[in-house]
């Protein structure tokens, strides 16, 4: 599946001289910021539409450290595509992980091991200042996973002959910003066979306008078109086309020891049983546990609606922060069933949220996880009600 650009969007830095504009990536050790994508794709087979897909993808970043004028990156991507059958929402997707430098210019040294970023070594600067009608090339890369399509192990790569200018000061949300039009075109014949049916030629393009902040010094955002087209090895073709917007925000240091008593003492105060509130790697979950729907449904009780209610209020409280809702099931039934149900009552607690106004649908996703991960005994009535429970992650990144 071809994937935003934004998979590669980071610090972007600028001085203004004459002029003329320095380009450079510059890193600060221990900043945190993430990357908000969002896709409008439709995919094609043999010519005609087989489906359209929304897409979300939350890009979480670090910077470990610092060399030469380098970043160490440590990144966390996740994707999201909206469920068709939960409204409004994004379902959690695929995740990943990956470590990799990125000099001055763009141009990263990545272990051959990360499927992600999607994009590589673009944007790509030149030594010198950049004046308005400038333009510029160098060659960048693509990198996708094609494990489930195609059943290929390792990243399939291709290069990308990236075209560049600079347009001037353009004006969005009505502030200026450095506007860079990044265009490529690919045609790439695939160089070895694979076993079974893989893509044999990929060719498309990618138009991109990329919008720098040199108060902030980074990116503010970034819009792209973009239309790829597959011939398989059996003849058949796919065709991936649409846009895709991107926004670079950076992340403020959550206190989530403090986060996590103030939302205690919060519950308390409001009487709100059933609870439980921790930390964790992601940021501070809520654990609404034994959470009632109609039976065998996915249907809220009015009781708790009016928990929800209170949580959003809560939630409201830390407007920046994404949220993530996790279901999860006794152990019963069947294992199918019991990731249905538990996706299906996570969905409607997050839909729940989302028409209260808690977050805005993209800065909510939803997962269910079945009955793995329970936090008491299934072979007791105590334990399995704990273990029925919708968890609300406020994420520190």
């Known amino acids: 599946m071809i994937v935003a650009a934004a998979a590669a969007a980071f610090v972007l830095l600028g001085t203004s001289a004459a002029h003329a504009e320095t380009f450079a990536y510059k890193f600060s050790e221990g900043q945190k910021f993430h990357v908000i994508s969002t896709v409008e794709q439709t995919v ?9 897909a929304q897409i979300l993808n939350r890009i979480a970043i670090s910077v470990d450290r610092i060399k030469d004028g380098s970043g160490y990156l440590n990144a966390d991507f996740q994707t999201s595509e909206e469920a068709h059958h939960a409204g409004q929402l994004f379902q959690w997707g695929e995740e990943y992980h990956s470590e990799f430098w990125e000099d001055p210019n763009g141009r990263f040294q990545i272990s051959s091991k990360y499927f992600m970023p999607t994009v590589r070594n673009v944007p790509v600067f030149p030594d010198r200042d950049v004046k308005k009608g400038d333009t510029w090339s160098a060659e960048g890369e693509e990198a996708h996973d094609f494990r489930q399509s195609f059943g290929i192990s390792d990243p399939f790569t291709f290069p990308v002959p990236v075209s560049y200018k600079y347009l001037g000061k ?17 045609y790439f014949e695939t160089p070895k066979h694979y076993p079974g049916i893989y893509p044999s030629l990929i060719t498309g393009f990618s138009n991109q306008m990329l919008y720098w902040d040199p108060a902030l010094g980074r990116e503010h955002s970034y819009h792209e078109d973009y239309s790829f087209f597959f011939v398989l090895s059996n003849g058949r073709t796919i065709k991936f086309e649409g846009t895709a917007e991107a926004k670079v925000i950076e992340s403020t240091t959550m206190d989530k020891a403090k986060v996590a008593d103030d939302i205690r003492g919060t519950l308390k105060n409001l009487g709100v049983k059933d609870t439980e509130v921790k930390t964790d790697s992601k940021g501070v979950t809520i654990s609404l546990q034994n959470i009632q729907f109609l039976p065998d449904s996915s249907v809220l009780t009015d009781s708790e609606k009016l928990k929800i209610q209170h949580i959003a209020d809560i939630l409201k409280e830390y407007p920046e922060r994404d949220i993530l809702i996790t279901g999860y099931t006794a152990l019963a039934g069947t294992e199918e069933g019991r990731q249905k149900l538990s996706e299906e009552r996570a969905a409607a607690v997050g839909q729940y949220l989302l028409d209260l106004g808690a977050r805005s649908r993209d800065h909510l996703v939803y997962r269910g996880m079945g ?4 936090i008491a005994d299934n072979s007791t009535p105590e334990g399995m009600r704990k273990n029925r429970r919708v968890e609300i992650t406020i994420m520190e990144n």
């Open 44 to 52: 094609s087979v043999d010519g005609v539409v087989s489906h359209t």
């Open 371 to 374: 009955a793995k991960d329970p």
């Open 170 to 186: 353009q004006t969005v949300d009505g502030k200026e910003y450095d506007a860079i039009s990044i265009k490529y075109n690919v």
